[in-house]
C-alpha cells in the first residue's frame, strides 16, 4: 500500500513582476520519504521551497499537510507546523559555539545562575543530539567558523531535527564541501528518514540525488517536467529531462 501524503503543494503559482517563477505546480511528499528536487539555475526550486517554509508567498495555489489545507503566512507558522528549511547559507553565526548555534534565538536571558543552568542544559542537549544523529563534532565547544563545512552542514541539519520537525527541506547541503564530507552529510541525511521526518532535498549533484531520494522531481522553467521513482529511472534520463524543451519532450512522447 501506498505511504499517505504528508505534504501536498497543489497549482501552485508564483511571478515576480513579469518573472515567472513557478506555474501551476504540483508537489507530494510521503510520510518518511525523500524527494530530490532537481532543475537548471533559475528554475524555481528554492522559490517553491521558500513557499513552503513561509518565506514566499505564493499567488495562487494551496498546501495540504496532513490532508489538511494550512495557510503559511510566515516562517513562524511553518516551524510550528513542523517544517525546517536549512538554507543555502545555514544562517548560522559563525563565532558562537555549536550550543549556542542550535539553540539560537531560543536561549532566554534570565539570571546569571539560571543563564549558567541553562547553558548547561544547552551543552548536555546538544550532546544528546549530536549522539542521536552521530554527528561527528569531537568539540561542541568550538566556534562554528573553525569547524569543517561538512561538520557546520551536520549542526545545521542537527539544529532543524531539535525542532522535532516532520519535514526537513535542504537546499544544496553538499555544495562546496570535500567528498568525504558530502559522504557523511548523505548518510546523516537517510538517518533523519529513519527517525521517520520526510525530507526535500535540493541539489545539483545528481550523484547524491540519486543516493538518498525515493522520488525526484525536475523543475524547468518554474514548471514541472517529470516526476519519477529513483529505481525507475537513471542520471542520463534526469539531465534530458532538466534541459529538454517542452516541445522536445512531447515530441519524444508522442514517438514512443
Ligand atoms: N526575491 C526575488 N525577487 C525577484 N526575482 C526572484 C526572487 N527570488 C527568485 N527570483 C527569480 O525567480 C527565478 C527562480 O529562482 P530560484 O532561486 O527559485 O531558482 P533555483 O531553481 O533555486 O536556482 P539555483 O539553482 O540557481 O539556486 C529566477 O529567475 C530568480 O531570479
Ligand atoms: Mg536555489
Redesign the pocket.
Known amino acids: 500500500m501506498e505511504k499517505a501524503n504528508v505534504l501536498e503543494m497543489k497549482k501552485i503559482h508564483k511571478a515576480?513582476g513579469g518573472?515567472k517563477?513557478l506555474v501551476d505546480v504540483n508537489i507530494e511528499l510521503r510520510h518518511g520519504e525523500i524527494i530530490g528536487l532537481v532543475?537548471d539555475?533559475?528554475?524555481?526550486?528554492?522559490?517553491l521551497m521558500k513557499i513552503l517554509s513561509g518565506a514566499y508567498h505564493a499567488d495562487e495555489g494551496s498546501i495540504f499537510f496532513n490532508g489538511r489545507e494550512v495557510a503559511i503566512t510566515n516562517p513562524r507558522i511553518a516551524k510550528q507546523m513542523g517544517i525546517e528549511m536549512i538554507y543555502q547559507d545555514l544562517e548560522l553565526c559563525p563565532n558562537l559555539d555549536v550550543p549556542a548555534n542550535l539553540f539560537l534565538g531560543r536561549e532566554v536571558i534570565t539570571k546569571p545562575f539560571i543563564r549558567f543552568l541553562k547553558k548547561r542544559i544547552m551543552e548536555d542537549e546538544t550532546v544528546s543530539i549530536l549522539r542521536k544523529l552521530k554527528i561527528d563534532v569531537k568539540n561542541p565547544g568550538l566556534r562554528i567558523d573553525k569547524l569543517s563545512g561538512g561538520q557546520q552542514q551536520a549542526v545545521a541539519i542537527g539544529r532543524a531535527v531539535s525542532f522535532n520537525p516532520k519535514i526537513v527541506i535542504m537546499d544544496e547541503p553538499t555544495a562546496n564541501l570535500a567528498v568525504v564530507e558530502i559522504d557523511k552529510v548523505l548518510d546523516l541525511t537517510l538517518r533523519l528518514k529513519e527517525h521517520g521526518i520526510s525530507i526535500i532535498i535540493i541539489s545539483?549533484r545528481l550523484d547524491d540525488v540519486f543516493r538518498v531520494s525515493d522520488r525526484i522531481y525536475v523543475?524547468k522553467h518554474g514548471c514541472i517536467a517529470a516526476v519519477k521513482e529513483k529505481a525507475k529511472t537513471n542520471k542520463e534520463e534526469i539531465i534530458k529531462l532538466m534541459f529538454m524543451e517542452a516541445h522536445e519532450r512531447q515530441g519524444q512522447r508522442a514517438r514512443q
Open positions: 515576480f518573472l517563477a532543475g539555475n533559475a528554475a524555481g526550486k528554492s522559490t545539483h523543475l
